[in-house]
């Protein structure tokens, strides 16, 4: 799976809960989240197991003091009662102290495990490209959701199922062993008297009826794993409606397409609804019967577990039966708490096995983005696409080549026949065809982001190159960031580069006007909105300009400009050096250009060299 994908085997969709499979995943995720004992999280789960069995042991003394208490009322001793007074208020601080230390220890141990899973995965996804080929896989729709939501939910849960397990265990030990002191004591004054037979005996009846009704619940619990996984899966699907209308607001705005964005709202706001309006059925039941067995059969359980060893105790005053009547029901009364919690407890396993499931098939699908394996169709034939059999790329090279490599799309669909051509320093080179003929696919299998087929292919990568996408990327940070990257601004100050030819290069691509509108380099704004599309593809002419690559691979990089900038930008980026490799349709741009490569539409390309004069 995560650390090794071949040992655990796919996840899954026919169920979703703490199965053989599911604990198998859980232990690979736990290795994560745990790594080793001699670490901060060993630290945090010792301190953490050491302040539960301390607050178990409080619970017990409390339990002694509430019965001594009983027994000084009954006993009508004030100078008794105002003594137990005061032992109860001093056990109440370093409780209250405890209680604050479970749950500040329990939210540090979450933090960690997620911290931990959070780099493990970030890695991976930010690793060999993997971020951007899993938009072609079709096994994971809403992969941010699993990366944080998820990942959070499954810390929180592993922390909280620790601490809902290991202390009801050491209440129950404690508990157990005491009331078995107990009633030895209850039996006879005279050890030589006293049954080990009958003072367990009353434990093995509670026993057996907490075996047999736990066994009832859980024949009768609902599957809380997949109610779990489905209403994650939901709300992921809302909040990624909800994404794509913030993200595409004023294409929706000016195609006036509200009525069908709300369609679409509604219908994934549905399916939230009905997967929790059917977890809520199916726990109305279950509760009803678990609150029925765990207040009233366990009630009068305990009831007669206490009831039995005084009504055959002899030579006590009534104050004593009735301390030691109260101080074992406080006692029972923490054990039935105790296992009512390993109850939920196993309610919340069954839960987080739904997202160990989710998070097992996250480190599944990365693993296979750096196999190169995508998954297109799971549901059908699971046609895949290996990276590992296509054509080779080659980077480091002093030219651009392709030599019998066959343009496909990410999820398979076959382009071009085998391409052949090379295109050296110097040959600016304009790339045109129909629509889908694959200019773009050519310049994101040079970049290394796609494949191409042909075993024996090899596709040449120039050692120094960059590329400008149609819509330019904007980074969070200043205009200065923005020129910068995806140089850090620590690395660009070692390179040399400092606001003066930041200034420069956003001169010469003609932003002049924007750095004295938005306040200078050093301004932050969100670029996105403030820039038109013309100035935000005129900040990527700056960032070539700073940068001076060998090669400029350009995807329509001009198409919002208007002439004049298109003309300023072509001619900064070749009298700056820079050997451009750009796809458009504009045919004037002909004239900035030497040769072109021409996509025919029917899978074949044409390398020449352009009889017109270049542009001045």
């Not at 107990?182 to 080990?196: D, G």
């Not at 029925?292 to 005084?310: C, D, E, H, R, T």
């Not at 009534?318 to 101080?327: D, G, K, Q």
């Not at 090279?397 to 085998?418: H, M, R, W």
């Amino acid at each position: 799976m995560v650390a090794n994908s071949k040992e655990v085997a796919r996840p899954s969709r026919q169920r979703s809960g703490m199965t053989a499979e599911s604990t198998a995943r859980a232990r690979e995720l736990l290795r994560i989240m745990f790594p080793r004992w001699i670490s901060g999280q060993g630290a945090l789960l010792t301190a953490h197991s050491l302040i539960l069995t301390t607050r178990s042991m409080l619970s017990l003394y409390v339990a002694h003091v509430n019965g001594m208490m009983v027994k000084a009322i009954i006993d009508q001793n004030a100078n008794a009662f105002v003594w137990t007074i005061f032992r109860w208020l001093a056990i109440a601080l370093p409780s209250t102290f405890v209680n604050s230390c479970i749950r500040f220890l329990e939210k540090r141990l979450a933090l960690a495990f997620r911290s931990n899973l959070t780099a493990f995965f970030q890695e991976k996804y930010m690793a060999d490209l993997a971020y951007y080929r899993v938009r072609f896989d079709s096994r994971i729709d809403v992969i941010d959701q699993r990366l944080t939501d998820d990942i959070t939910q499954l810390s929180a849960q592993t922390a909280h199922l620790y601490n809902h397990v290991t202390k009801p265990c050491f209440d129950i030990l404690l508990v157990v062993y005491s009331l078995i002191k107990f009633n030895l004591r209850a039996q006879s004054p005279s050890k030589q008297n006293r049954s080990l037979l009958t003072a367990v005996a009353p434990l093995l009846f509670g026993t057996g009826v907490v075996i047999l009704s736990m066994s009832v619940l859980r024949l009768l619990s609902p599957r809380f794993g997949a109610e779990a996984a489905a209403r994650s899966q939901a709300e992921g699907h809302y909040r990624t409606t909800h994404s794509r209308v913030l993200t595409s607001a004023e294409e929706i705005a000016f195609l006036r397409g509200e009525a069908v964005e709300n369609a679409q709202l509604c219908a994934a706001y549905a399916e939230v609804a009905r997967q929790e309006r059917r977890s809520a059925w199916s726990r109305l039941y279950f509760v009803t019967i678990e609150q029925f067995v765990l207040k009233y059969v366990w009630n009068a359980a305990g009831s007669i577990m206490v009831a039995l060893p005084q009504l055959h105790r002899v030579g006590t005053s009534v104050s004593e039966r009735a301390m030691s009547y109260t101080e074992t029901s406080k006692m029972l009364s923490d054990a039935a708490d105790a296992v009512q919690r390993l109850l939920s407890a196993q309610k919340e396993v069954q839960e987080l096995g739904g997202y160990v499931d989710r998070i097992h098939e996250l480190g599944c699908v990365l693993d296979d983005m750096h196999a190169g394996t995508i998954v297109t169709n799971p549901s059908l034939t699971e046609r895949r696409r290996n990276f590992s059999k296509c054509a080779r790329l080659v980077p480091g090279q002093e030219a651009i080549f392709l030599e019998g490599a066959t343009l496909t799309t990410p999820t398979g669909e076959v382009l071009t026949k085998p391409l052949h051509f090379r295109v050296e320093v110097g040959q600016h080179t304009l790339i045109s065809g129909p629509n889908g003929s694959g200019k773009s696919t050519l310049l994101r299998v040079i970049a290394g982001l796609c494949s191409a087929a042909g075993p024996n292919g090899r596709i040449g990568q120039p050692a120094s190159f960059m590329v400008a996408p149609q819509r330019a990327y904007l980074a969070a940070g200043s205009l200065r960031a923005q020129v910068l990257y995806p140089m850090a601004t620590t690395a660009a100050t070692k390179h040399g580069w400092g606001d003066t030819e930041v200034r420069t290069a956003l001169q010469q691509a003609g932003l002049g006007a924007v750095v004295e509108r938005e306040g200078g380099i050093h301004a932050c704004r969100e670029w996105a909105d403030v820039l038109s599309g013309g100035e935000r593809q005129q900040l990527a002419i700056a960032r070539l300009a700073l940068h001076r690559p060998t090669f400029a691979l350009l995807d329509e990089c001009t198409s919002a400009m208007t002439d004049e900038n298109e003309r300023r930008s072509f001619t900064l980026l070749r009298d700056l050096g820079i050997t451009l490799f750009t796809v458009a349709h504009q045919p004037n741009l002909r004239l900035f250009h030497t040769h072109s490569l021409i996509f025919d539409g029917a899978g074949g390309c044409t390398h020449e060299a352009n009889t017109a004069r270049l542009a001045t």
